[in-house]
């Protein structure tokens, strides 16, 4: 079993992850650490790394959690089968994320 992990240091102007490929990727959760200001992350996705990326939708709604610091989330399931994201967060803060194949 494979696992790494990594850490995205985001400002307001640049509120969004690089690009983060999910080949390999079955299992992810993200940590938002305490104190954040992070509130949401929406998540941007494309057929293939350095293509072209789309706000991710279920049917009509843009997938989008709400978070709090100091917690961790799964991320969501219906990113399953995506091979690149990109997340974009609503404020300045760091976003943690943990990947296992």
């Known amino acids: 079993m494979y696992s790494y992990n990594a ?19 079955e ?9 954040s ?21 279920v049917t009509t709604s843009a997938t989008t959690m709400t978070v709090q610091g100091g917690r961790a989330y799964q991320l969501p399931t219906t990113l399953s089968g995506v091979r690149a994201v990109k997340i974009t967060v609503n404020a300045a803060g760091t976003v943690d994320i943990s990947f296992q194949e």
């Open 7 to 25: 850490s995205y240091d985001l400002d307001t102007a640049e509120g969004t992850t690089p690009e983060i490929d999910f080949g390999p990727v």
């Open 27 to 35: 299992y992810a959760a993200v940590f938002i650490p305490a104190g």
């Open 37 to 57: 200001s992070i509130t949401t992350l929406t998540f941007l996705v494309a057929p293939e790394p350095g293509g072209t990326y789309l706000p991710h939708y």
